[in-house]
């Protein structure tokens, strides 16, 4: 689900970087607030940081005593990315693995799709493995698949989600 946010922000511009002219630092505290965004990845709460939309507003900048840096509290305007159990999104198949697969949904590259969970799918091994029903529907490398979630794991070391999802329910499996 993609989130809107609101976000209070503290944008450090080192001193060589100021300039007389306030456009030039906008232009800085811009650009070092889209470098820290794209470096910071995710949180539990909000998800993956995808965007940012607006420049909301700048605080005042107060001078770091032992750097000669500036901070700048500002506050802006984002889209996150945070998946949430009983969820039905798609996702690219990039791993069949004998128990199942792997997917891909947006930033998300840690989804788990049990073979428990694909009813009415057997696992047929080869040099392009593949999960396939009575009715020659295949899930293999590079299918989008539409699933349900069924739980989400935040890993603070990686700064990222893992889920175990579920083709069990109405209208679930691979898109055509």
Not at 33 to 43: E, G, H, M
Not at 50 to 60: F, K, M, Q, R, Y
Not at 98 to 104: I, S
Request: one cysteine or more; hydrophobic letters at 45%.
């Amino acid at each position: 689900m993609f989130i809107k946010v609101q976000l209070p922000w503290n944008v450090i511009i080192p001193a060589e970087k100021l300039d007389v002219k306030g456009l030039m630092l906008q232009r800085s505290i811009v650009i070092r607030l889209l470098d820290d965004f794209a470096s910071r990845k995710a949180t539990r709460d909000l998800g993956y940081y995808l965007a940012v939309t607006t420049l909301d507003s700048i605080g005042e900048g107060r001078v770091r005593q032992h750097s000669g840096d500036v901070l700048f509290p500002v506050v802006f305007s984002g889209i996150t990315f945070k998946i949430f159990r009983g969820e039905i999104l798609d996702g690219i198949v990039h791993k069949v693995l004998k128990h199942g697969v792997l997917l891909r949904c947006g930033p998300i590259e840690n989804i788990y799709l049990s073979s428990v969970k694909m009813p009415d799918y057997h696992y047929v091994h080869g040099e392009d493995p593949v999960f396939l029903n009575e009715n020659s529907s295949k899930i293999e490398k590079d299918v989008v698949v539409r699933f349900i979630v069924i739980g989400t794991k935040w890993l603070e070391a990686e700064r990222e989600f893992q889920a175990l999802v579920s083709l069990e329910g109405d209208y679930l499996g691979p898109v055509s």
